[in-house]
T-cell receptor, first 114, second 114 residues
């Protein structure tokens, strides 16, 4: 079956602009996770959804970052007033409810802020 | 909270030589442990995981890792590497209870030389 998909695969934007990154989880997966991987680092947790609600957003770095999942499936990560330090690969993962030990990752969106 | 340390940022080895990638973790609660692999220009893939039971876990492509609770380690080993094993390897931990987020190490770049 289809895995986790993320669009776009690459996004280049200018400093100060607004961007949206999309994640389509595996069908039937109620849990969805966003991570950020900076160059030369391991992924870092941003936010976790269980259904439509954000169960844990402790990893969002500041209030410029926001994520939604209005229908419990597709999620959008939104970044306002982008900064060069936001440049990274943004990863999305999904899992079945209660099985966070089986997270399946998408290919990521590479965001470059110029 | 958990933390994961990968002691080597880069490991160069010759083809058919054995390799060990080191991983240590710190946690105040019981954890599940994982090794993920990221091949060039590809997404994160789960290589193997320790949830419970036997402390030695194996992957389908010849890697193995051993959970050592007393040393808080989860080192990854392969007795004979191939060129195709060239990749970035990430160790990760997940609390058995509580937060549902993976905590990753910084990664180890494994380079196989002919």
């Amino acid at each position: 079956g289809a895995g986790v998909s993320q669009t776009p695969s690459n996004k280049v934007t200018e400093k100060g602009k607004y961007v949206e990154l999309r994640c389509d989880p595996i069908s039937g997966h109620t849990a969805l996770y966003w991570y950020r991987q900076s160059l030369g680092q391991g992924p870092e947790f941003l936010i976790y959804f269980q259904g439509t609600g954000a169960a844990d957003d402790s990893g969002l770095p500041n209030d410029r970052f926001f994520a939604v999942r209005p229908e419990g499936s597709v999620s959008t990560l939104k970044i306002q007033r982008t900064e060069r330090g936001d440049s990274a690969v943004y990863l999305c993962a999904s899992s079945l409810q209660g099985r966070s030990y089986e997270q399946y990752f998408g290919p990521g969106t590479r965001l470059t802020v110029t | 909270a958990q933390s994961v340390t990968q002691l080597d940022s880069q490991v160069p080895v010759f083809e058919e030589a054995p390799v060990e990638l080191r991983c240590n973790y710190s946690s105040s609660v019981s954890v599940y442990l994982f090794w993920y692999v990221q091949y060039p220009n590809q997404g994160l893939q789960l290589l193997l995981k320790y949830l419970s039971g036997s402390t030695l876990v194996e992957s389908i492509n010849g890697f193995e890792a051993e959970f050592n609770k007393s040393q808080t380690s989860f080192h990854l080993r392969k007795p004979s590497v191939h060129i195709s094993d060239t990749a970035e390897y990430f160790c990760a931990a997940l609390g058995v209870q509580g937060a549902q987020k993976l905590v990753f190490g910084q990664g180890t770049r494994l380079t196989i030389n002919p």
